[in-house]
């Protein structure tokens, strides 16, 4: 063999060997694509947000809504129900080769790569609707080596996992619209107050732009942004031929309608509630956030859907939108402890604080309840004591300070009991209350009844000065309408995991008693005046077609009614965020947002009496005496009392023959006619008759 044969012969191996190598680098990266593309298609994809986050259920096992820790607003909806004028619109402008690549738009990415390297800086992106919604779904927004690696991966099992549909029918639920709004449906309804399937070609190439810059293109913020945005969307929409240059043209001229923004828009049912339980959740049963977030927990609570929306109604019928006015309405089951339904404010959007929870509210005179229940089951007073209603200086701490408290319109009503104080909310007699029985008698009472506050012992704590919740109040109430007993305010009943093991489970109410039945049912007789003529109630009286008790309360910066029912104990608060003084005519929303609540709420509940527990009385007395009525007396009274505490002597005021005694027989065994028959069935007679 020559030198030459045996050089020529070498090369001729190599490229042989280099070939052979090619060929199997390329059928083991066939081969190893095959394998990633076979485990990516076996291999399940991380679930989706919706199965993932935990969900919030009524008292009836049906689900409310999803705990995020975003305050996302979602609805999501099927390809059907959304406008085809929208789906053009959003696939003109992020990814109009949707339907024919592989998740990848290769030529798209070259462009973007080269453009980038020219201007020196990423000014580009190329990114199709399913790598944007496997980053959406399973990923963060940082832009690493990491993070992109694993879109990919995401990318190609949706593509491979979900049809072209499917994969764009979760974009479009999952995409964010800015202002909390997340999906198409959210924002249709947030931005024009219409459901996705009604928007029209101007609207839809609005929405269609606003995901590129949710702040900066949304209509509410730089409405000059959105309009130059949604005029490229509607250029692309006819360069793709989806329009005509007609079509585009006559929507560019059109005149948007867009809802006004931070108007009452409940896509989150009972957002304030969700977010109480989630902080219930978190502090007290040792879920975690990230567990409550993605946990996939099913969170089962006391809250009543009918009775939800009647609260939500009442608020919204009640207040005044166009001011800075806030609310609050909180209602309790008083047998149990339930919550059963909580508004914390006139707008969740514009403002998520939960107003039921604040403890910074002066309560007024609906504190006053809590005192008398603690001089009614003292036995040191009665319905029928009586304290002048006058112009008074009270001196306390051993006479080194004074307080000197005022009526409202300055005005006062001379002697007075107990029933009437509490109809006219007369604040000389509630101090002369708190000063006979002292004011640390009375700050124990409201701790025992589930007031948490910090409460100051003086003599002003009888005028509610001392700040609270509404929640607190409800809660309170709710021993008065229960007999005495209190029942611990309760929200979450159980909690499960995805698999539906139990997690947690609250205990059945079993109350603690705080004052004996009968001094809490006297109370609530009371009570009952409140809505009756010369009571602070007096005027919603007619919109509640049921036995109720309350009270009305008045500050500078808040207004009040609390009340309750047999069924319901609910407190409602209108004020503002900044303390500053409310107007006579905004003080009074309370009590018709109570009234129509309670009405609503029971609407299909038979209306009840407030049963009678054993040791109460009821007594004809004459008003003027406060003594048992007789047959001379030209009038009388039925009166409840604490048995032991009603008057045994009878009025001789008006006997024309000087005994005083009751007409009729006086033998021991006769009836006495001041003595009154409480069994259902006259108590019911009497309710009517009232």
Known sequence: MTRDSATTKFPKRRLRLLFRLLMVSALLSVLAAGALLGYLYQK????????????????????????????????????????????????????????????????????????????????????????????????????????????????????????????????????????????????????????????????????????????????????????????????????????????????AKEKLKLRPQGQKDITVAAPYFRDYVRGLVIDTLNITSDELDRGGLNVYTTLDPDMQQ????????????????ETALVSVDPRTGYVKAMVGGTNYRSSPFNHALAKTRQPGSSFKPIMYLTALASKEMTGLSVFNSQPTLFHYDNNRKTYQPRNFGDKYLGEINMQQAIAAS???????????????????????????????????????????SPLEMASAFGVIAGGGVKQPVTAVLKITDASGHLLYEAPQPQGQSVVEPAAA??????????????????????????????????????????????????????????????????????????????????????????????????????????????????????????????????CDQHSTGGTGSPAGDNSPDAADPAKEDHSLWNNIKRWWMN
């Open 44 to 251: 399940p994809l991380p679930p989706l947000g919706d199965d993932v986050r935990s969900r919030l259920l009524d008292s009836r096992g049906n689900v409310m809504t999803t705990f995020t820790t975003d305050g996302r607003s979602r609805e999501p909806v099927e390809l059907k129900q959304i406008s085809p004028l929208l789906i053009k619109a959003t696939l003109a402008v992020e990814d109009r080769k949707f339907y024919n690549h592989i998740g990848f738009d290769l030529k798209g990415m070259g462009r973007a790569v080269l453009a980038n390297l020219e201007a020196g800086r990423r000014t580009q992106g190329a990114s199709t609707l399913t790598q944007q919604l496997a980053r959406n779904l399973y990923l963060t927004h940082e832009k690493t080596w990491t993070r992109k690696g694993k879109e990919a991966l995401y990318t190609l099992q949706l593509e491979m996992k979900y049809t072209k549909d499917e994969i764009l029918n979760m974009y479009l639920n999952e995409i964010y619209y800015g202002h909390g709004a997340y999906g198409i449906e959210a924002a249709a309804r947030m931005y024009f107050g219409k459901a996705a399937a009604d928007l029209n070609l101007a609207e839809s190439a609005m929405l269609a732009g606003v995901p590129k810059g949710p702040t900066y293109y949304s209509p509410y913020n730089h409405l000059d942004s959105a309009l130059k945005r949604q005029g490229i969307i509607l250029a692309a929409m006819v360069d793709v031929g989806d329009i005509t240059q007609a079509q585009a043209e006559e929507a």
């Open 310 to 325: 009647a609260a939500e109604a009442a608020v919204d019928q009640g207040m005044d939108h166009s001011s800075e006015l």
């Open 426 to 468: 007369d604040n000389i007699y509630a101090v002369n209350t708190i000063m006979k029985i002292g004011a640390d008698k009375v700050a124990a009472m409201a701790a025992a009844m589930g007031i948490n506050s910090p409460l100051q012992n003086v003599p002003s704590l009888a005028l509610g000065t001392s700040p609270v």
């Open 521 to 650: 049912y006297v109370l609530t007789r009371l009570m009952e005046g409140v809505f009756e003529s010369g009571g602070t109630g007096n005027r919603v009286a007619s919109m509640i077609k049921r036995p109720v008790a309350g009270k009305t309360g008045t500050t500078d910066t808040d207004g009040w009614m609390v009340g309750f029912t047999p069924e319901l104990s609910t407190a409602v608060w209108v004020g503002y965020d900044k303390g500053r003084d409310i107007a006579t005519a905004d003080g009074r929303r309370a009590a018709p947002i109570f009234a129509q609540f309670t009405e609503k709420a029971l609407e299909n509940v038979p209306p009840k009496i407030f049963p009678i527990p054993e040791g109460v009385v009821s007594v004809y007395v004459n008003p003027q005496s406060g003594k048992l009525a007789t047959a001379d007396c030209p009038e009388k009274k039925l009166e409840t009392f604490i048995s032991g505490t009603e008057p045994t002597e009878y």
